[in-house]
């Protein structure tokens, strides 16, 4: 039971490159999440799925696309990588008991990204 | 989604307890407080849940008035391993999940 994955750990990228953040689960949780980190801040969330098939936007959406690829996998897509982006992406996920947001958030070690 | 309000930073000395009030005055119904703690360069871990009254673990007390417009995290005797990040997070009903700015607990010998 390895909880939350991510790859990769550590990535350096240039200005306008793409690139994808992967993370799995498995735990069987309905619910998955991106935030990111930045030095000396808070977590802010940037997208989240709360079940197989749907995602929306958290609270800093831009310069970010999502895939819910199936129940286990949620991936996080930077289109055209910008300075701005550097941070630390964490992804997190959690079986919720219906509407009531009760339930355990689980972390992945994180992805330290970049930007130059 | 309810917001939440804590203190930015507390200092304490090991050995005694600590607590943080956080503020969720728009708080549903249905909603549970979760309280969350991170080191650095790591992803937060989950502490302690509650929606109601007093919870208690190995680990903290969770204090929540009658109106649940306020929750208090009480962590006892502290450690300097207790330096940490602390997150309170209310529940939301539609899974939107945002975390606050946390409180910076420093725990000094």
């Known amino acids: 039971n390895a909880g939350v994955t991510q790859t990769p750990k550590f990535q350096v990228l240039k200005t306008g490159q793409s690139m994808t953040l992967q993370c799995a689960q498995d735990?069987?949780?309905?619910?998955m999440y991106w935030y990111r980190q930045d030095p000396g801040m808070g977590l802010r969330l940037i997208y989240y799925s709360a079940s197989e098939g749907t995602t929306d936007k958290g609270e800093v959406p831009n310069g970010y696309n999502v895939s819910r690829l199936n129940k286990r996998e949620f991936s996080l897509r930077l289109e055209s990588a910008a300075p701005s982006q550097t941070s630390v992406y964490f992804c997190?996920?959690?079986?919720?008991?219906?509407?009531?947001?009760?339930?355990?958030?689980?972390f992945g070690p994180g992805t330290r990204l970049t930007v130059t | 989604l309810a917001k939440t309000t804590q203190p930015i930073s507390m200092d304490s000395y090991e050995g005694q307890e600590v607590n943080i009030t956080c503020s969720h005055n728009n708080i549903a119904t249905n909603d549970y407080i979760t309280w969350y703690q991170q080191f650095p360069s790591q992803g937060p871990r989950f502490i302690i849940q509650g929606y109601k009254t007093k919870v208690t673990n190995e680990v903290a007390s969770l204090f929540i008035p009658a109106d649940r417009k306020s929750s208090t995290l009480s962590l006892p005797r502290v450690s300097l391993s207790d330096t940490a990040v602390y997150y309170c997070l209310v529940g939301s009903n539609d899974y939107k999940l945002s975390f606050g700015a946390g409180t910076t607990v420093t725990v000094r010998a």
């Open positions: 735990m069987n949780h309905n619910s």
């Open positions: 997190a996920s959690i079986f919720i008991e219906g509407t009531s947001g009760r339930g355990e958030q689980y």
